[in-house]
């Protein structure tokens, strides 16, 4: 195998490098040292103070108390952001005063590389499996179901289109954890990145067109897939486009001893092992603690009203009344949903004692007033009262909605498009 190559480059590819590479490091530390105790936690944390002060002291902004979140488009994501261009500007400008002298950085931009593959991979790895357990975009919860279709958000939409089908969510998993494997070799490398760029594509589209608050991520891990394919651009233009003969790629040597090649392949396998494995367990852990395998809660499923009484008076079900329930909605431990006569949901602690036969019901916003219901329930009713309130559900099965019971069929006379 040759060694490295050492031409030199010319100005514009020493300066774009040494962007690329500032720029790079700083989106990606701390990574691959992740696992390191506090690593991660003081790297947070330094730029939970920067960021927000760049917000205030030069873009003139209300002081900043949101940071990454389930969102990753807050105000603080796109400062950091802009903070991590600007400093990698900075660096490229004194770098370059520097290291004027330098010919070329065949070396530095090789491990470059091995970073953002391996950073690629294992993103890929990350939100591959978690489609691949459909633990990402689960199927519509009970809630979701009875929710008016129009109530819905776009990202809620898309959820739910991939969420329906573990088959399409595997598929698309799949697709994800198979592009991030070619990127794990070298010889495969442009394939994982043409892969990852088609998969990340459709992402990114996703997530402009419904919403869906990661449209910085996705669009920087497209970009990588292009930086990763970058030096092929000629040779797939030739293939593709110009009819012409693509040369071979030439591999170098960047480890010239023999104990480094040796350890690199041993440490790479353990790296590789080390995903495979985390990720499948985290996978069935993630299944049977709260995705599709997970036990269900005492009183699980949807009921409607039938009765309520309150203080002996028999309450009418008006659309105008806005503390009676019209629903109670019952799909996780300690959880439930109440949706009200106007078909506006509430969320409510609910916590069910199976030996007492009680349900103590409360809000996120009031934990100290707690109302305390004694429950029956049987295969079709279920009761929930007190000295003061009686109220009494009719259990709805789940699968007579046509989103659950229609299935899959081979033949269809005509298209069921409901």
């Known amino acids: 195998m040759p060694v490295y190559p050492k031409h030199p480059w010319s100005l514009i590819q020493k300066i774009s490098f040494r962007f690329f590479f500032a720029f790079l490091i700083l989106y990606t530390f701390p990574f691959p040292l992740t696992e390191v105790p506090y690593l991660s936690y003081w790297y947070s944390e330094l730029w939970h103070k920067i960021a927000p002060w760049v ?9 900043i108390t949101i940071f990454t979140n389930g969102s990753g488009d ?19 400008i004194i770098w370059s005063l520097l290291d004027r002298r330098r010919k070329s950085y065949h ?18 790895f990350s939100y591959g499996f978690a489609k691949v357990f459909h633990l990402q975009m689960p199927f519509p919860y009970l809630s979701q179901l009875v929710q008016p279709f129009g109530d819905k958000s776009p990202m809620g939409l898309a959820w ?40 990340t594509v459709n992402i990114v589209a996703i997530n402009f067109c419904f ?45 010239p001893k023999r104990w480094m090649r040796i350890t690199a392949i041993v440490l790479k396998y353990l790296y590789i092992a080390y995903m495979l494995i985390s990720h499948v367990e985290n996978g069935k852990y993630g299944q049977a603690r709260y995705g599709d395998k997970r036990p269900k809660p005492p009183l699980y ?20 009344d806005t503390t009676r329930w019209r629903q109670v909605i019952i799909q996780f431990e300690k959880r439930a949903q109440v949706k009200l006569m106007n078909d506006s949901i509430m969320p409510y602690n609910f916590v069910v004692d199976t030996t007492l036969k009680t349900a103590t019901v409360f809000s996120n916003t009031d934990t100290l007033h707690k109302v305390v219901l004694n429950y029956k329930t049987d295969s079709v009713y279920l009761t929930l009262s007190n000295d003061s309130l009686y109220y009494r559900f009719k259990k709805y099965d789940h699968n007579n909605f046509r989103l659950v019971n229609r299935g899959f069929r ?9």
């Open 55 to 63: 917000g205030t002291q030069f873009l003139h902004l209300p002081p």
């Open 160 to 199: 739910s289109y991939v969420g329906y089908s573990s088959w399409f969510s595997a598929f698309t998993g799949w697709s994800e954890v198979i592009a991030g494997a070619f990127l794990l070799f070298r010889r495969t490398t442009l394939l994982g990145a043409i892969l990852c760029a088609f998969v």
């Open 107 to 124: 070396m530095a931009y090789h491990w470059l590389r091995v970073l953002i593959r391996y950073y690629m991979a294992a993103m890929m």
């Open 410 to 418: 081979w033949v269809n006379e005509y298209p069921y498009n409901r």
């Open 211 to 255: 919403d869906v608050p990661v449209k910085l991520f996705s669009s920087l891990l497209l970009l990588m897939s292009i930086f990763l394919m970058a030096p092929d651009v000629q040779r797939l233009l030739n293939v593709f486009l110009l009819n012409k003969p693509a040369e071979p790629r030439v591999y170098y040597s960047y480890l």
């Open 74 to 92: 807050t105000t603080y994501d796109y400062v950091l952001l802009l903070s991590y261009v600007t400093l990698a500007m900075l660096i490229t």
């Open 301 to 320: 499923g949807i009921y409607n009203t039938e009765l309520l009484v309150r203080n002996n008076d028999t309450i009418p079900p008006l659309t105008t």
